[in-house]
């Protein structure tokens, strides 16, 4: 959570300009509030500029012809979202010793800690040494960035929050996220935990936190465009992002690579599959599971926060899928460690690159999106989906390519489009939508919902078609919008008995769904693709309806409140 953005050495001498532009690449990671630090060049004064809110359109009033700066957008987890606080599962600890020493807090925040820990250890020792002592105090997921005003020196310490450095001839950059350097330069360096970086304007030196010994920094190059990271036009990322899966979607389904055919061997030798994720991407999990019960493999499906009970179950047989957009969800690792330990090989299936799940991986499946923006995931939840299907392909050797050429035409149609939007005119007024789906469009009911929650705040809940007997019909009044998901499979007859049940109740049915039929009140049409592919038609559905109900009530589907990108706290 929150992002971090520096700059050492800005050759045009822009620094506070180039890290505000940076803290909005950022943005999705965190916006209670922003503020950057800058390094005056005739003095040993830091210029401060901070504020609460999105940082949006914001403009630095700090001035121009600095070369260093530092800067923060947060997502508030301990203190209030006020001006006075900036972002240590330990810090009341710590800052009742400090208090002991007489150190004077002026905000809430568990962040205001670590200065003055850094403080209290530069009485005895130089800022870097300082610095690692401090942060080896710490308990929880950090990641920090000091600025030595005096000097211009910057110190980077990482654990369990992401860091990269991004390098030109001249230039040091520092970010959460490789997205936010990708207009600047594409040598990075992904920091691993436990490290800490040295910086000044002449050079980078990479250290142990444990050990405090110098390590070989070794840069490495990230393919993803620029481009791939800007709006390009749209009104919205989320849009954008929506819309690209007429490509993502192909692109996963069609590749093969060696980690694909190495996993699918061992799946066939008989390595028992469980998936572990968080959020969307253990719905992906969930419909991994129909995916691999349609090749007779058992799998089950964990969110990450809920496996401790089940980490003894997992032994050296054990196939973990690691399913994370960011690889840096903080329930998913912890997990993942859990497993791993108990001998589980480890395959990645994450968008991001250079990520800590990436690393634990002992195999990995990039599922290759590109970046993702908006802070409700999509196309990367069906990329993430896509591999599996990729795997289902390789072990049954089918082929995808009729799904692909209809629902490449199916996901630009203007129609689409419309009747969605005509749809969610009908529902921003609503204050709860109820879903079904049955089997592999139960996990897609799931994945709806949450893209309705995020994106318009209005209360969605799905079930199992087959569960609305036993208890939950009674939460149907006369006008309750119930979104019913279907596909030309062996189960669509019963569904339909349940969106009549629905009818009967008076609810009024959205079906979703290749056909129409005289119980829907309002029909979205999708393709006629058999069993299991009709998830990404429902899903996509589920994301364009979120994004325009959410629009159409004010919200920002980019930046939905109270969430950040990526989780990197338990
Ligand atoms: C929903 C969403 C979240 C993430 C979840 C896991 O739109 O984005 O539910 O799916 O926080 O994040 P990753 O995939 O980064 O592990």
Redesign the pocket.
């Known amino acids: 959570m929150c992002g971090i953005f520096g700059i050492i050495n800005d050759e045009k001498k822009q620094a506070a300009q180039t890290v505000l532009d940076g803290l909005k690449k950022l943005e999705y990671r965190g916006y209670d509030s922003w503020g950057i630090a800058l390094k005056t060049s005739d003095s040993n004064e830091i210029l401060l500029d901070k504020h609460i809110g999105k940082i949006g359109n914001a403009v630095t009033n700090l001035p121009t012809g600095g070369t260093i700066a530092i800067g923060h957008t947060r997502w508030a987890t301990h203190g209030g979202v006020t001006d006075a606080n900036a972002h240590v599962e330990n810090y009341q600890e710590l800052q009742s010793e400090l208090r002991h020493k007489k150190h004077q807090f002026i905000s809430e925040t568990d962040t205001e800690v670590i200065a003055h820990l850094i403080e209290e250890e530069a009485k005895t020792k130089p800022l870097f040494l300082a610095t690692l002592t401090a942060f080896k105090k710490l308990v929880g997921s950090n990641a920090i960035v000091v600025l030595d005003g005096k000097t211009g020196e910057v110190v980077v310490c990482r654990n369990g929050s992401p860091v990269v450095l991004g390098v030109t001839k001249e230039t040091t950059y520092i970010a959460s996220d490789a997205t936010a350097l990708l207009d600047k330069t594409n040598t990075v360096y992904f920091m691993d935990d436990n490290e800490a970086a040295y910086i000044n304007k002449s050079y980078i030196e990479l250290f142990s936190i444990d050990t405090e010994k110098a390590k070989k920094l070794v840069l490495q190059k990230i393919d993803w465009k620029a481009q791939a990271a800007e709006k390009g036009g749209f009104a919205h990322f989320a849009l954008k992002e929506i819309s690209e899966q007429s490509t993502t979607i192909p692109h996963v389904l069609l590749k093969r690579s060696k980690a694909l055919s190495e996993v699918a061997e061992l799946i066939k030798e008989g390595y028992r599959p469980i998936m572990i994720?968080?959020?969307?991407?253990?719905y992906c999990g969930l419909a991994a599971q129909y995916v691999f019960a349609d090749l007779g493999i058992d799998s089950t499906n964990y969110g990450?926060y809920e496996y401790a009970p089940f980490a003894r179950l997992a032994t050296d047989k054990t196939l973990v899928f690691a399913?994370?957009?960011?690889?840096?969800?903080a329930d998913?690792i912890l997990a993942v460690k859990e497993a791993k330990k108990r001998g589980a090989k480890i395959v990645g299936v994450i968008?991001?690159q250079g990520s800590t799940?990436e690393r634990l991986s002992d195999y990995l499946l990039p599922v290759e999106a590109g970046p993702e923006i908006a802070?409700?995931?999509?196309k990367?939840?069906t990329a993430?989906l896509a591999t599996f299907f990729a795997l289902h392909s390789v072990i049954k050797n089918d082929d995808p390519s009729t799904f692909i050429n209809e629902f490449s035409n199916w996901i630009q149609s203007k129609e689409l489009h419309k009747t969605i939007l005509d749809c969610a005119k009908h529902l921003l007024k609503s204050e709860h939508i109820y879903l079904i789906g049955k089997h592999i469009n139960y996990p897609s009911a799931l994945e709806f919902a949450?893209?309705l929650k995020?994106t318009s705040y209005i209360h969605a809940e799905s079930f199992a078609s087959g569960e609305l007997k036993h208890g939950v019909i009674s939460l149907i009044q006369p006008g309750t919008p119930c979104i019913v998901l279907t596909a030309h499979d062996d189960i669509y007859k019963e569904v339909i008995s349940s969106a009549i049940e629905l009818k009967s109740r008076g609810g009024m049915i959205i079906g979703v769904g290749p056909d129409t039929n005289q119980a829907f009140d309002f029909h979205i049409k999708t393709h006629a693709t058999g069993n299991l592919y009709s998830i990404f038609y429902n899903v996509v559905v589920g994301q364009l309806l979120g994004y325009f109900v959410g629009v159409g009530r004010g919200a920002d589907p980019d930046k939905p409140r109270n969430?950040a990108?990526?989780?990197t706290v338990k």
């Open positions: 994720a968080c959020g969307s991407a253990s990450g399913i994370s957009q960011s690889g840096e969800t998913t968008n991001a799940l802070v409700v995931s999509t990367a939840f993430q949450l893209k995020e969430l990108k990526s989780v």
